[in-house]
T-cell receptor, first 116, second 120 residues
C-alpha cells in the first residue's frame, strides 16, 4: 500500500500567488515525521519543512507552511507569494518511528511551475 | 545545515564494467547513510541503508550483489554498481543523518548532489 500519496502530478501558479501542494499519508505508527523537499532541475534535494506527529502547531518556515490535519492524515505544503525560483519538483516524505526512525519514504512528487 | 558530497556527479561507462560512487559527509559524522535511486520524473526509491562498520540493509527487490555498499567510516559510504547494464542507468542519490543527539528532533536527512550514471 502507498505510504505517501501526492495526487497532483503538476501544478501551475501565478507569480506572487499562494499555492497548496497536497500530501496524504498512511501509517499505523503513532510517532512519525513528515517532510517536504524541493528538487530543482539540477537534482539536489533541498529540505523545506518538517512536522512531527505530536507537534501541536503547524510548522512554518518563511514562505513555507505545512497544513497538518492529523485526523485526515494529510500534510499539505503551502507556499505563499510564489517566486519564479520556486519552480521545481516537490516531494512529501514520511519517516516512521518518530525521532529514532530511519527510513524516509517519498511520495511520487508534484512538479510546480510558477508563471510570470 | 550540513554538507553531503557525492562523487562523481556524472559518469558514463561501458556495459559490463563496474562503477563506484562515493558519498561523504563533510562536516558531520553519520553512522547511517541511505542510497536512493531516481528515474526521470519519478520519485526517490530507497535502495539500501548503509551502516558504518556493518553490512548494509537492502530493500526488497534490490540485488545486493549488484549494488555493493561499503560504509567504512563515519563520513564515507560507497555504492558500487557491478557489471553495469543500460537498465542500471539512473540518478543515484545518497543521504545522511547526523549521528546521535546531533541529529536533533527532526532527524533531517542531508542529501548529496546526486550521481547520474549512464551505461552504454
Amino acid at each position: 500500500a502507498q505510504k505517501i500519496t501526492q495526487t497532483q502530478p503538476g501544478m501551475f501558479v501565478q507569480e506572487k500567488e499562494a499555492v497548496t501542494l497536497d500530501c496524504t499519508y498512511d501509517t499505523s505508527d503513532p510517532s512519525y515525521g513528515l517532510f517536504w523537499y524541493k528538487q530543482p532541475s539540477s537534482g539536489e534535494m533541498i529540505f523545506l519543512i518538517y512536522q512531527g506527529s505530536y507537534d501541536q502547531q503547524n510548522a512554518t518556515e518563511g514562505r513555507y507552511s505545512l497544513n497538518f490535519q492529523k485526523a485526515r492524515k494529510s500534510a499539505n505544503l503551502v507556499i505563499s507569494a510564489s517566486q519564479l525560483g520556486d519552480s521545481a519538483m516537490y516531494f512529501c516524505a514520511m519517516r516512521e518511528g518518530g525521532e529514532y526512525g530511519n527510513k524516509l519514504v517519498f511520495g511520487a512528487g508534484t512538479i510546480l511551475r510558477v508563471k510570470s | 545545515g550540513a554538507v553531503v558530497s557525492q562523487h562523481p556527479s556524472w559518469v558514463i561507462c561501458k556495459s559490463g564494467t563496474s562503477v563506484k560512487i562515493e558519498c561523504r559527509s563533510l562536516d558531520f559524522q553519520a553512522t547511517t547513510m541511505f542510497w536512493y535511486r531516481q528515474f526521470p520524473k519519478q520519485s526517490l526509491m530507497l535502495m539500501a541503508t548503509s551502516n558504518e562498520g556493518s553490512k548494509a540493509t537492502y530493500e526488497q527487490g534490490v540485488e545486493k550483489d549488484k549494488f555493493l555498499i561499503n560504509h567504512a567510516s563515519l563520513t564515507l559510504s560507497t555504492l558500487t554498481v557491478t557489471s553495469a547494464h543500460p537498465e542500471d542507468s539512473s540518478f543515484y542519490i545518497c543521504s545522511a543523518r547526523k549521528s546521535g543527539l546531533a541529529g536533533g528532533r527532526t532527524g533531517e536527512l542531508f542529501f548529496g548532489e546526486g550521481s547520474r550514471l549512464t551505461v552504454l
